[in-house]
């Protein structure tokens, strides 16, 4: 490899995806069926995609002031009241950011110090620890549980502060287990992150995608409120993943200070884009509501039928991804996940791909259709005949 | 369970009772139970689908059809709109408001059709003051299905995180 010695070591490091791997290789087969996406399928609904044709059309194209557009940081202040009953400011607390991605990395940058520790319950969405890794952070990663649900436990959590520990981050509903987190599940874990004064760094882009009760944010803990910073987005609520709109809610001094990365790294989100989200924080609660009750049943239908085919799953509250033991069959994840795709032509995500402790369960996807999913179904069926 | 179970229903007619009592997370045997119930009751009136005929190639024409009428005491519109229902050529029949008292979709083989029910069948209905025929010339949208052939929706990768 050229310019072996010059590039950043940390980079150099950074392992690629386990996800990429497996994109680059069922991209090269024909026929091949997948629930291996991690976005919704549905089309964004009309009426947002109209907004963002709408601010084209009206030449609203031109840089937005850094921390975005005063109305959709007023909308997504709103909603936030509205949904979760969490009040943020929307002139002191929110950035809006090109995705929730951006908003993990210029949080996490503008949190780390060299060497500090970021507390990772795995398995884990991939970027979390590549971007703790580039801010120069440690990660130290903390197993959830299927016995527990795959909740994060005070005993788990406990175990790995240190001195060091500078934050944690919190995906519930989490991707790529489905699991929650209820206020009562917070509020056993909250006084440690007071008493060690720990960030949580929560990101709540599922949040809609709750399916037993309403979701609970840990930004409901006044005690710690301060110490709490929110992050989530309109990718999977409103099925706007391409748009790449996010935001951070969080006290007005972190802001002011994650704001500085903000600025001079990307200026600001995509101006049709902010527009097409104002649309969608102020008039999409319908939106989510069909979108999140038609997952629900697809979880339903998946579950049942993982189920009859020999594939012990419990039942996720959230988000849109059963995370199934495949240890029955004797094989490591990657092992299961390329043989899946080289006998029956389905690509599933290996489980290791998101922390060691994902190894011996795959990721299932079920933003796919019914037809789509049966077909899925029958193919594991027909694998699992094979190696059970 | 009814409401849900109906959403599906209205979207798809076709699925399999075993595919909706998984969707539901419901048992079977309740499921078949609830659909014979919501059936008996004439909440679910009847299966129907959706047919672009423009692309079966066969000919059929439409209209819409305002009809102005007299209220009769006691019964309002109810029998006046019942006599009109009652034709296998009236698709659909509603009471409106505005400026005519129904609306009706009128379904025939061709214009001529149409043309001859309306001045021989609907007009001199009793009670019936006077109509206006509009033909549908072209249909984008049927029951909630967009018909257009140029619509182009994005392709999701095959693996993403």
């Known amino acids: 490899m050229m310019f072996e010695e010059e590039i950043n070591q940390i980079v150099r490091n950074l392992k690629p995806s386990g996800i990429r791997k497996f994109f680059d290789i069922a991209a090269t087969r024909k026929g091949v069926v997948s629930l291996g996406v991690g976005e919704p399928d549905f089309i964004t609904p009309w009426h947002i995609r109209e907004a963002a044709i709408y601010a084209i059309e009206k030449g609203r194209t031109f840089y937005t002031g850094n921390k975005g557009l005063p109305a959709l940081r007023k909308g997504i202040c709103d ?23 951006e908003a993990i990395d210029i949080v996490l940058r503008t949190l780390l110090k060299p060497g500090d520790e970021v507390i990772l319950p795995t398995p884990a969405y991939v970027a979390y620890a590549a971007i703790i890794e580039m801010a120069e952070g440690k990660v130290v990663e903390v197993e959830l549980k299927e016995e527990d649900r795959f909740k994060l436990t005070p005993e788990v959590l406990e175990k790995a502060v240190t ?43 599922y949040a809609e995608l709750t399916y037993e009760g309403k979701h609970s944010s840990i930004a409901e803990f006044d005690e710690i409120r301060d110490q709490t910073i929110v992050i989530n987005g309109f990718s999977k609520a409103y099925s706007m993943t391409g748009y790449r709109v996010g935001y951070i809610l969080a006290h007005k001094d972190l802001i002011s200070m994650i704001l500085k990365i903000h600025q001079y790294t990307i200026m600001c989100a995509t101006t049709p884009s902010q527009y097409a989200a104002i649309e969608a924080v102020n008039n999409g609660d319908n939106d989510i509501a069909e979108m999140a009750l038609s997952f629900k049943q697809r979880r339903n239908y998946i579950v049942k039928e993982l189920n009859r085919i020999g594939l012990k799953t419990h ?27 080289d006998e029956e032509n389905l690509a599933l995500v290996p ?27 029958s193919r594991l069926e027909s694998f699992l005949k094979n190696h059970g | 369970m009814n409401k849900e179970l109906l959403l599906l229903l209205e979207n798809n007619a076709r699925y399999e009772v075993r595919d909706l009592a998984s969707l539901l997370n419901e048992d079977e045997t309740l499921v078949e139970k609830a659909i014979k119930d919501l059936e008996a009751r004439n909440v679910i009136a ?10 079966a ?18 019964s309002g519109y109810d029998k006046v709109a019942e006599k009109i229902a009652r034709y296998p050529e009236v698709d659909s029949l509603y009471l409106i408001s505005g400026k005519a008292e129904f609306m009706l979709q ?26 206006e025929t509009m033909f ?3 249909e984008y949208k049927l029951n909630g299905k967009e018909l257009l052939d140029e619509r182009e929706d994005g392709e999701r990768l095959l693996v993403t995180p």
């Open chain 2, 46 to 55: 009847g299966y129907h689908t959706i047919i672009n005929w423009d692309k």
């Open chain 1, 351 to 377: 489980g290791n791909a998101f922390g060691q402790a994902g190894e011996g369960y795959v990721r299932i996807s079920y933003a796919y259709s019914l037809d789509e999913i049966k077909i899925a179904i």
């Open chain 1, 79 to 101: 909603y936030y009241r509205r949904r979760f009953g969490i009040s943020f400011d929307p002139e002191e607390n929110a950035i809006v950011t090109v995705g929730g991605s």
């Open chain 1, 315 to 341: 039942m996720p509250e959230g988000a849109f991804y059963v995370f199934p033991s495949i240890k029955v069959t004797g094989l490591s994840s990657e092992e299961f996940c390329e043989k899946l795709l």
């Open chain 2, 106 to 131: 009128v379904n025939g083989k061709n214009m001529r059709e149409v043309s001859n029910f309306v001045a021989h069948k609907l007009a001199p209905t009793e009670g019936v003051s006077g109509t």
């Open chain 1, 163 to 205: 001195a060091r520990t500078k934050a944690i981050i919190l995906n519930f509903p989490g991707n790529p287990t489905g699991g929650i987190m209820t206020h009562d599940d917070y509020a056993k874990i909250v006084p440690i992150l007071k008493k060690h004064h720990i960030f949580a760094v929560t990101d709540e882009i």
């Open chain 2, 57 to 74: 190639d066969t000919e059929i024409s439409k209209a819409i059809i305002f009809v102005n009428c007299v209220p009769e005491r006691e």
């Open chain 2, 136 to 138: 549908i010339l072209k």
